[in-house]
């Protein structure tokens, strides 16, 4: 999904709609699909593989920050 400019938002984690770090908010957002399906298929992928575990946490390590949570994080990522 790309934004009105015609850009996807910067891959960014979200700190007022995280559950742990944010990550899996930051990466529902910037797809523009609902974070409850991201947070699923990561528990999937952790449980699965065992690489997930590993992969949140350098996400979280390494991922900018946003400063607040964008306007159109409901409408893009459904909460």
């Known amino acids: 999904m790309v934004t009105a400019s015609g850009s996807r938002p910067r891959l960014r984690r979200i700190q ?18 609902p ?17 997930g575990g590993i992969l949140y946490v350098l996400l ?3 991922m900018p920050v946003w400063d607040r949570v964008p306007d159109d994080y409901e409408e893009r990522a459904g909460g």
């Open 16 to 33: 007022g709609k995280h559950w742990l770090g944010g990550v899996c908010a930051g990466i529902g957002y910037w797809l523009g699909m």
């Open 35 to 51: 974070t409850w399906l991201v947070r699923l298929l990561w528990t999937l992928l952790l449980l699965a593989y065992g690489v």
């Open 60 to 62: 979280w390590i390494f």
